[in-house]
């Protein structure tokens, strides 16, 4: 990844977070250039001769929608996001869940000759970042946890397509139980786990 590790994190500082408590895209409309926090260049699909450097455009075809990756010799484009997760969710640790849905294909617009790849990086805090990882053609669910809820997503690739993106959290639902004396018991359940935490609270 050569598109330069100290501007993206000099970007991420400063990046206001995209809330994302059930956050999506399917990449029909420009939403990816205005939530991101940093990108490669946006080149209009319609428009021929694309700069020298890596850049990103939204794929146009009948059947199929998405946003295509386009490397620049080994350069690969780029795309990262901010996101704030977990407002009311209980417990030490703000879990949630990166899915994605990628694809290569080989049409008018993208080639596979080299064969193209994806990858994602994770961060909590915009400095340290994991192990960029290769993602497959179909569906990931990538899972993500974090104590202040704050999340950074890095996607680089050539020659792949990101048909959709969303970040879900757990459903959390509040159940009330009265004791006897001055307190009630405040249950607040996960509806994908079915586990719950509580704690007392004075009437």
């Given at each position: 990844m050569r598109y330069g590790l100290l501007c993206l994190v000099l970007t991420a500082l400063a990046a206001p977070a995209v809330r994302a408590d059930d956050y999506a895209d399917d990449f029909s409309t420009e939403k990816a250039r205005y939530d991101c926090y940093q990108a490669s260049i946006f080149w209009p699909g319609d428009i021929d001769n694309p700069p020298p450097r890596p850049y990103l455009?939204?794929?146009?075809?009948e059947d199929a929608g998405g946003l295509i990756f386009m490397n620049c010799g080994d350069d690969l484009a780029h795309l990262a996001y901010s996101f704030r997760l977990g407002a009311g969710q209980p417990g030490p640790l703000v879990r949630g869940t990166l899915r994605l849905e990628v694809a290569f294909p080989c049409n008018a617009q993208v080639s596979q000759f080299r064969p193209g790849q994806l990858?994602?990086?994770i961060s909590l805090n915009g400095l340290t970042w994991s192990a960029p990882l290769s993602l497959s053609a179909g569906a990931h669910e990538i899972p993500l946890q974090s104590a202040t809820g704050s999340y950074y997503v890095l996607l680089s690739g050539a020659r792949a397509v990101m048909e959709s993106l969303r970040i879900a959290v757990p459903g959390v639902a509040v159940r009330v139980q009265?004791?006897?004396g001055p307190t009630q018991t405040i249950y607040h359940v996960d509806a994908e786990t079915g586990s719950d935490t509580s704690r007392?609270?004075?009437r």
């Amino acid at each position: 990844m050569r598109y330069g590790l100290l501007c993206l994190v000099l970007t991420a500082l400063a990046a206001p977070a995209v809330r994302a408590d059930d956050y999506a895209d399917d990449f029909s409309t420009e939403k990816a250039r205005y939530d991101c926090y940093q990108a490669s260049i946006f080149w209009p699909g319609d428009i021929d001769n694309p700069p020298p450097r890596p850049y990103l455009s939204y794929l146009e075809t009948e059947d199929a929608g998405g946003l295509i990756f386009m490397n620049c010799g080994d350069d690969l484009a780029h795309l990262a996001y901010s996101f704030r997760l977990g407002a009311g969710q209980p417990g030490p640790l703000v879990r949630g869940t990166l899915r994605l849905e990628v694809a290569f294909p080989c049409n008018a617009q993208v080639s596979q000759f080299r064969p193209g790849q994806l990858l994602y990086s994770i961060s909590l805090n915009g400095l340290t970042w994991s192990a960029p990882l290769s993602l497959s053609a179909g569906a990931h669910e990538i899972p993500l946890q974090s104590a202040t809820g704050s999340y950074y997503v890095l996607l680089s690739g050539a020659r792949a397509v990101m048909e959709s993106l969303r970040i879900a959290v757990p459903g959390v639902a509040v159940r009330v139980q009265d004791n006897p004396g001055p307190t009630q018991t405040i249950y607040h359940v996960d509806a994908e786990t079915g586990s719950d935490t509580s704690r007392g609270t004075s009437r």
